[in-house]
């Protein structure tokens, strides 16, 4: 077991990069692995292997930037490229290229990060789902809408990736494939350039092997050269206050998840200062209802433009009434449903007077058969709404040997804190090592 603490620190790009491995030594890597596995694991929307080659020697030829610098990437399919196509998880968009790169792509190149290749999304960043397979069971979702960026980080194809979350989609696949994520505070990390669903919730947000990789994506998308929120600041880990929530979805979890909350519960005890019980009233249950409303309002408005009339038909029959219930959405409803929204922030508000993270579940159990679907967001849901950072580590596996994940949610721009925090956890309890995929152990 580690015993690091709070302040000890922890590389980056460990093990990414080296003297003896520089840029395109790892692009050359990754890309090897690709072609081993992805016609398995099916990843990966567009990739262009000289122009990753190309990339990496640019940056080998360059001073160091940053500690992203000659790190490869890999980009949800919804996050326009300019030299890359951006297709939206639709036969609509196929091979369609955007004129500029998404401001988060500007700020990754500009810290010297190299582009591999885009990543599969669900359509439209919605429900139904990709071909793509969880690493850890070839018949199990890797969970949605980020599908393609969390099974390409599990399976060792990229170090690191972003995706976006509108209800779940950073940190349940994250949890379904056993590997961190972080969705930071909503609005810190730019927006232009990604294609909107519905922007009271969508947030970009990343994937990695390591919870400290997290704080340096942190750190190259958050900064822009402008004034800044000042940052939240979150009491070193023996100085601080947890809360356990307890909110009325918590049946929706499975037996396996429900233990490892409270073991994970149990032993914070030991190095936090106090782990308390936080109570969800039950009146926010109708918080997932009101979400999905909301959700689906927006994207009916936001989504209109990219679903040509001539074509209609070769859009998905769930994303049709998805819309369809957005826009017959009666006035009375939305404003039930925004006044919901409301009264969840209020708590959660409350809840950080008296504690100073929250801590859940990062999904409801283990990633389920791919014709289930992508999975249930539920337990993702408040985070998304309060528009708090939240971080999602693996911390065990289930029933069928597959992936679990807690998620612990800090108060806004405590990003670089609460990833501070995550670090440290994962160190002390080697939450790093407990996750590899090994391909003769595929379930399923």
Not at 26 to 44: F, N, P, S
Not at 160 to 178: D, E, H, I, N, Y
């Amino acid at each position: 077991m580690s015993t690091a603490t709070d302040t000890d620190a922890v590389s980056p790009i460990a093990g990414i990069l080296s003297d003896e491995h520089p840029s395109v030594s790892a692009i050359e890597h990754y890309l090897d692995r690709i072609t081993q596995r992805d016609q398995v694991i099916g990843a990966w929307a567009h990739l262009d292997p000289t122009l990753a080659v190309d990339q990496a020697r640019a940056r080998d030829a360059q001073q160091r930037r940053s500690p992203l610098h000659g790190i490869p990437f890999g980009l949800k399919d919804i996050i326009e490229t300019g030299d890359q196509p951006t297709g939206y998880g639709s036969s609509l968009w196929s091979g369609w290229r955007p004129t500029q790169d998404a401001e988060v792509v500007r700020r990754l190149r500009r810290d010297g990060a190299v582009i591999l290749g885009k990543t599969t999304t669900t359509e439209f960043a919605t429900y139904r789902p990709t071909s793509t397979r969880n690493p850890h069971g070839l018949h199990r979702t890797p969970g949605g809408s980020s599908s393609g960026s969390a099974a390409a980080v599990a399976d060792g194809q990229v170090p690191l990736a972003l995706g976006t979350q509108t209800a779940g989609s950073v940190l349940r696949p994250g949890s379904f494939c056993g590997v961190f994520t972080l969705k930071p505070t909503y609005g810190r990390w730019p927006f232009d350039g990604v294609l909107p669903v519905a922007l009271t919730f969508d947030t970009v947000g990343a994937f990695a092997r390591h919870p400290a990789w997290l704080g340096a994506v942190d750190e190259s998308l958050s900064t822009d050269g402008s004034a800044t929120p000042p940052a939240t600041v979150v009491p070193a880990l023996r100085d601080l206050r947890v809360g356990i929530l307890r909110p009325p979805w918590a049946d929706r979890a499975t037996p396996a998840a429900a233990a490892l909350l409270e073991e994970f519960a149990e032993n914070l005890r030991g190095v936090v200062a106090e782990v308390r019980d936080v109570l969800v009233p039950d009146e926010m249950g109708a918080l997932d209802r009101a979400h999905t409303l909301i959700m689906a309002v927006e994207a009916s408005a936001s989504l209109a433009d990219r679903i040509a009339r001539p074509h209609v038909e070769r859009v998905s029959e769930q994303l049709h009434r998805f819309l369809h219930d957005g826009r017959a959405a009666a006035p009375s409803e939305i404003q039930w449903a925004r006044q919901v929204l409301r009264d969840a922030r209020t708590f959660v508000g409350r809840a950080f007077a008296e504690v100073d993270v929250l801590v859940t579940l990062a999904a409801p159990g283990e990633a389920p058969p791919i014709e289930s679907g992508t999975g249930d967001p539920i337990f993702n849901k408040l985070a998304s709404i309060a528009g708090c950072p939240a971080v999602g580590l693996p911390a065990g596996r289930g029933a069928e040997g597959l992936p679990l994940g807690i998620q612990i949610i800090a108060p806004h721009h405590a990003d670089q804190g609460l990833v501070r925090i995550a670090t440290c956890l994962t160190d002390r309890i080697g939450l790093a090592h407990r996750f590899e995929v090994h391909e003769e152990a595929d379930r399923d």
